[in-house]
Every structure is written in structure tokens, then in C-alpha cells.
């Protein structure tokens, strides 16, 4: 019996360490699971929540663009809202040179681990001063060839660093890297144009980008770029909307510089026209009330279209108007304006014009031609036309000696019945669908056909011509007119 005892104690606890240890093992296996479950449960959580970062994060980014936000506020939006949904430790923006030859910072955010090279001396100075390195990073330029930036921008795809010092672009001796940190680098493209770069920066210490991290930095930087490339288009339109109003502005202010009616002058019959081939005309005329008697009538036309021929024929207006009120002199006029203008005409800029000054009444005129179009005379008595060439130079090309050498005034008598034609280049230089020129034969058989019938009839008559014979060939050069018919 105590043998059979024995055993029997024996077996139990055999049984019960076998059990205890089944059951620790149990526990284990039971824990290591949990703990799997846990560490899942921790991973889908992680990435639950990374998506509605993302989707915020886009959300946000489509109110921000609708509310008509500043491009240095959406790059700032960009990237922080890509830290935000990752947990990086910062990031940056890239965006090509107008060149497209360089990536130039946009944005950083203040503690971004660097991801361009710190030249040696940079790295140097900046162990005695921080700003040093801040400076370097966000005013430095990185061509679009080289560092990791161009990497990203050559592979036209999502890259993932694992640790930016051991990239092959650090591996020059002039060049120091020393953190270690990990990157997600994409190129923005919309349209199929490369817009530029985006990265996110992680300490190793913070932990290491994800395969779900990468994955999710792929759509948001995809969604990033279709956005950015809309509000660049936006801000685009914006801008030149702006621009149309200012532009539609000055031609309102620039319509009120022209006569509005035409002048009284006793003895004589004037018309004039204007028609601009943009909304800023560099043409103009005008009519002069002047003392003894006198009236006085300019035409002028200004190099070059746009705002700044419509800025120099404002210029020249006015300072005709003030000089031609003292002047002895169409000519002397014009010298005098000259002188004012020189130092503020653009080298490839300068005015050509011609001013009448007519008596009242008498029929005498005189005239001063600064290298403008030759004027032509249709003489009633003989029913023939007249190029009338006083000698001149354009206002803007020399300082004043030449101008007053060159320049001089032509006495005119004009009878009943003639006419004289003041027009600007955009006449003759009108094209038709063959690329023929309306030119000086047809303004002169025009002129002949239409003056007897008065100074109203001529300008009318040779819009007309002018407009039939271009067709629809758009309008290359302003055209202006002025006839002036002695009663």
C-alpha cells in the first residue's frame, strides 16, 4: 500500500505540474494573442484615424481654395496639413523657378529637419548660431538635377527615404548631413506640368514612415496638386480679371483725353476719329484753344501698343497743352516738349506727330511735323493732292540740339474748298487677308474721291475703305484721323 501510495502521489502531481504548466502556457499564448489583437486593433485604429485626418485635411484644403486665400497661405495650409495627417516632424514645398531650372522654397515649416545639403561652412557656423542653417534652408535654391528634391522630380513618382543621409546626394565632401531622418518626397504635377515638390521629414526617434503612411501620402499629395494646380489657374483668373478692369479703366480715363466733340474754329470744318486696336490706344488727337485768334490741332502716334504707349501719349498730351499756350511756334512747341519728354522716353519708345496752327478765319496755316506720316492736301481748284512735307525728327530721340536743327515750320494758305488730311501709320499699314497693305496709292485715291464732299465725308469715307479692304483681318496698329476743311 505505501509503494501504491506512492505512485499515486506521485501521478497527481505529475497531473497538476503538467496542468499548471498547460495553463501558464495557455496564459501566454492567450496574452501573446491578446497582445497581437491589441497591437492590430492599434494599427487599424492608427490608420482609421490617418484616413480621417486625410479626409479633413482635403476638406479643409477645398474651403481654404474656395475662400480666395493667398498663395503663400495655401502653401502653408499644404504642408502643415500633410504633417498633420502623417505625424511628421515637418515638411516643405518646392515649387519651380519661372526658368523651370530650379525648385525655390515656398514654405517650411519651422522645425523641418533639412533635406537639402548644409554646405560644410553653413554646418560650421551654424554649432555657434541657428539662424545661420534657417537662413540657409529657406532662402537656398536647389536645381532641379540634384539632392533628393530633383530625385523626386526626375522619378515623377512618391519616393520613400529611409534615412536622407545616405542618399547618394549627400556624398559629397563639401556637403553635411548628420540627422537621421526619414523622408516622403512626390512631385506635384497637374495637367501633366510639373508644379514642383512636396516632402515630410521624421525622426528616427519618432519612428519611421509606414508602408500605410507612404500609401497615404501618395493620395494626398495627388489631391494636393489637383488642388493646387486649380488655385493656381484661379488665382491666374483672378489676377487677370483684375488686370481687364484696371486695363478697361485706363481706356475710360484715356477716352476722356480725346475730344469729344469736334471744335468750332471759324472758317473751318474739322473732324477727327480714333480707333484703337487694343483697349489702350497709343494714337491720340487734339484740339488747342490758342490766344491771338488762333486754334490748334495735333495728331501723334506713340511706338509700341498697350499701357505704357497709352502712359507717353497721356505725357505728351499734357505737355503739349502747356507749352503750346506761350509757344511763338508750332515748332518751338514741339522742341519744348521734346526736351521735357527725353529723360523719361524708353530707348526703343518715341512719339511722331504733327501740329497745326491754324488762323481763324484767314486760311494760313503752319505747320510742324516731328517725323509723323506726310500729311496730304487736296487742292479744290485744281482737284489734285498734295504731299505736304515739312522737315522734322520724333519727339524722344535726341536730347534737343539735333531735334531743333532738323525740325522746322512749313507756311500754308488754303483756299475754299481744300482739304487736309492728318492720319497716323495704322491707315497704310491696314492688312487684308492676302498680307496686301491698304498703303499710300489707295489712301490717296480715297482721299481725292471724298474730299470734295467735305471734311465729315473724308475721315468716313476712308474708315469705310479701310474696314472693307481688311475684312476680318484682326486691326494690327491704332488708326486716327483728321481732315480739315477750309469753308
Known amino acids: 500500500m505505501p509503494l501504491y501510495a506512492s505512485i499515486l502521489s506521485d501521478s497527481i502531481f505529475l497531473v497538476v505540474a503538467v496542468s499548471a504548466v498547460l495553463f501558464v502556457v495557455c496564459l501566454l499564448v492567450l496574452r501573446n494573442a491578446q497582445m497581437r489583437l491589441n497591437h492590430i486593433q492599434k494599427e487599424k485604429d492608427d490608420i482609421v484615424g490617418e484616413e480621417k485626418r486625410m479626409f479633413n485635411f482635403l476638406h479643409q484644403l477645398g474651403r481654404a481654395i474656395e475662400s480666395d486665400i493667398s498663395s503663400v497661405q495655401l502653401h502653408k495650409e499644404i504642408v502643415d496639413g500633410f504633417s498633420n495627417v502623417l505625424g511628421s516632424d515637418g515638411g516643405a514645398l518646392y515649387l519651380l523657378s519661372e526658368n523651370r531650372n530650379h525648385l525655390i522654397p515656398k514654405y517650411i515649416s519651422p522645425d523641418c529637419p533639412p533635406i537639402i545639403g548644409i554646405p560644410v561652412e553653413i554646418a560650421n557656423r551654424a554649432k555657434k548660431d541657428r539662424r545661420a542653417l534657417h537662413s540657409h534652408i529657406r532662402l537656398s535654391k536647389s536645381s532641379v538635377d540634384e539632392g533628393i528634391l530633383g530625385s523626386a522630380l526626375a522619378a515623377g513618382e512618391c519616393l520613400h527615404i529611409t534615412n536622407v543621409k545616405n542618399h547618394e546626394s549627400f556624398?559629397?565632401?563639401?556637403?553635411?548631413?548628420?540627422?537621421?531622418?526619414?523622408?516622403?518626397?512626390?512631385?506635384?504635377?497637374?495637367?501633366?506640368?510639373?508644379?514642383?515638390?512636396?516632402?515630410?521629414?521624421?525622426?528616427?526617434?519618432n519612428g519611421r514612415f509606414s508602408v500605410n503612411d507612404f500609401d497615404v501620402f501618395r493620395s494626398v499629395s495627388e489631391q494636393s496638386a489637383f488642388a493646387m494646380g486649380n488655385a493656381m489657374i484661379h488665382q491666374e483668373l483672378t489676377e487677370k480679371r483684375k488686370l481687364d478692369a484696371e486695363i478697361r479703366t485706363a481706356s475710360e480715363v484715356q477716352n476722356v483725353l480725346l475730344p469729344s466733340t469736334e471744335p468750332n474754329i471759324p472758317g473751318y470744318r474739322v473732324s477727327g476719329s480714333n480707333t484703337p486696336a487694343r483697349m489702350i490706344s497709343g494714337d491720340y488727337f487734339d484740339y488747342i484753344e490758342l490766344p491771338e485768334d488762333r486754334s490748334g490741332i495735333v495728331i501723334a502716334d506713340v511706338t509700341g501698343k498697350g499701357v505704357p504707349a497709352g502712359l507717353l501719349m497721356a505725357m505728351c498730351r499734357s505737355?503739349?497743352?502747356?507749352?503750346?499756350?506761350?509757344?511763338?511756334?508750332?515748332?518751338?512747341?514741339?522742341?519744348?516738349?521734346?526736351?521735357?519728354?527725353?529723360?523719361?522716353?524708353?530707348?526703343?519708345?518715341?512719339?511722331?506727330?504733327?501740329?497745326?496752327?491754324?488762323?481763324?478765319?484767314?486760311?494760313?496755316?503752319?505747320?510742324?511735323?516731328?517725323?509723323?506720316?506726310?500729311?496730304?492736301?487736296?487742292?479744290?481748284?485744281?482737284?489734285?493732292?498734295?504731299?505736304?512735307?515739312?522737315?522734322?525728327?520724333?519727339?524722344?530721340?535726341?536730347?534737343?540740339?539735333?531735334?531743333?536743327?532738323?525740325?522746322?515750320?512749313?507756311?500754308?494758305?488754303?483756299?475754299s474748298g481744300d482739304c487736309l488730311l492728318l492720319y497716323t501709320d495704322g491707315v497704310c499699314e491696314a492688312v487684308d487677308k492676302e498680307g496686301d497693305e491698304f498703303g499710300p496709292d489707295r489712301l490717296e485715291t480715297e482721299f481725292l474721291k471724298s474730299a470734295p464732299m467735305g471734311a465729315e465725308a473724308v475721315v468716313d469715307s476712308i474708315r469705310q475703305a479701310v474696314s472693307s479692304f481688311a475684312g476680318d483681318q484682326p486691326q494690327m496698329d491704332d488708326i486716327t484721323l483728321i481732315a480739315i476743311e477750309k469753308k
Open 319 to 415: 505737355v503739349l497743352r502747356l507749352t503750346a499756350l506761350s509757344a511763338a511756334s508750332p515748332t518751338e512747341a514741339l522742341s519744348l516738349v521734346n526736351r521735357h519728354l527725353f529723360p523719361d522716353v524708353r530707348e526703343d519708345m518715341f512719339v511722331s506727330l504733327v501740329y497745326v496752327v491754324l488762323d481763324n478765319g484767314t486760311g494760313n496755316l503752319r505747320m510742324s511735323r516731328a517725323g509723323h506720316d506726310t500729311p496730304l492736301m487736296f487742292r479744290s481748284g485744281k482737284g489734285q493732292v498734295e504731299y505736304i512735307k515739312p522737315p522734322g525728327l520724333a519727339i524722344g530721340i535726341d536730347e534737343g540740339d539735333v531735334f531743333e536743327r532738323v525740325t522746322k515750320d512749313l507756311d500754308l494758305q488754303m483756299e
Open 171 to 205: 556624398r559629397d565632401a563639401f556637403v553635411s548631413y548628420e540627422e537621421n531622418v526619414s523622408a516622403l518626397l512626390a512631385p506635384l504635377q497637374h495637367g501633366g506640368r510639373d508644379l514642383g515638390v512636396v516632402a515630410l521629414v521624421r525622426k528616427h526617434e
